[in-house]
T-cell receptor, first 114, second 110 residues
Framework: DGGITQSPKYLFRKEGQNVTLSCEQNLNHDAMYWYRQDPGQGLRLIYYSQIVNDFQKGDIAEGYSVSREKKESFPLTVTSAQKNPTAFYLC?????????????FGDGTRLSIL | KNEVEQSPQNLTAQEGEFITINCSYSVGISALHWLQQHPGGGIVSLFMLSSGKKKHGRLIATINIQEKHSSLHITASHPRDSAVYICAVFPTLNTDKLIFGTGTRLQVFP
């Protein structure tokens, strides 16, 4: 079945540590997105990528980094510069960005601070 | 004020009841997305619509572009419908980015 796989489901970070969240899709989608979800707030866009080797900052990119070396993969690194990383992170993809294509979501990764 | 507002924030119902969740937005949009977030956190796309009405099983979504309002209806609700329902819009001026509402938490009791 085609879909989006996020791993791990739960992740713990120590102070000063970088952690990387994995997102893989086999939908042959061009566009991929990373969102952060906090209680009582709507999803907020961290980074998005429209094609391989290209990505753009979203609304809350500070303290995060991404890469898009392969079409199917869009890993997110939460760096030590992100002072409040505890949140639920969701990856999504769509056939292309723009032209209001529906987005397909993974099951998320819950990141907590030790 | 959020650009996408949902009401109610929380909703409880008895099995079999008709459910309505509302979404109002303040920006011009190209389309609107209704999403369902399961208790485990995964999100499923329910509908994407830019005009009129769509139906899938017991779910019905309507949109009124002039009034900047959409509704999601669930007929004959069931406990398995318990989830968070999220409204998101594609703004006309930037179709790359969805703007999300904060969600409506629905609990359906047997």
């Amino acid at each position: 079945d085609g879909g989006i796989t996020q791993s791990p489901k739960y992740l713990f970070r120590k102070e000063g540590q970088n952690v990387t969240l994995s997102c893989e899709q086999n939908l042959n989608h061009d566009a991929m997105y990373w969102y952060r979800q906090d209680p009582g707030q709507g999803l907020r866009l961290i980074y998005y990528s429209q094609i391989v080797n290209d990505f753009q900052k979203g609304d809350i990119a500070e303290g995060y980094s991404v890469s898009r070396e392969k079409k199917e993969s869009f890993p997110l690194t939460v760096t030590s510069a992100q002072k409040n990383p505890t949140a639920f992170y969701l990856c999504a993809s769509s056939m292309s960005s723009g032209s209001y294509q529906p987005q397909h979501f993974g099951d998320g990764t819950r990141l907590s601070i030790l | 004020k959020n650009e996408v507002e949902q009401s109610p924030q929380n909703l409880t119902a008895q099995e079999g009841e008709f459910i309505t969740i509302n979404c109002s937005y303040s920006v011009g949009i190209s389309a609107l997305h209704w999403l369902q977030q399961h208790p485990g956190g995964g999100i499923v796309s329910l509908f994407m619509l830019s005009s009129g009405k769509k139906k899938h099983g017991r779910l019905i979504a309507t949109i009124n572009i002039q009034e900047k309002h959409s509704s999601l209806h669930i007929t004959a609700s069931h406990p398995r419908d318990s989830a968070v329902y999220i409204c998101a819009v594609f703004p006309t001026l930037n179709t790359d980015k969805l703007i999300f509402g904060t969600g409506t938490r629905l609990q359906v009791f047997p």
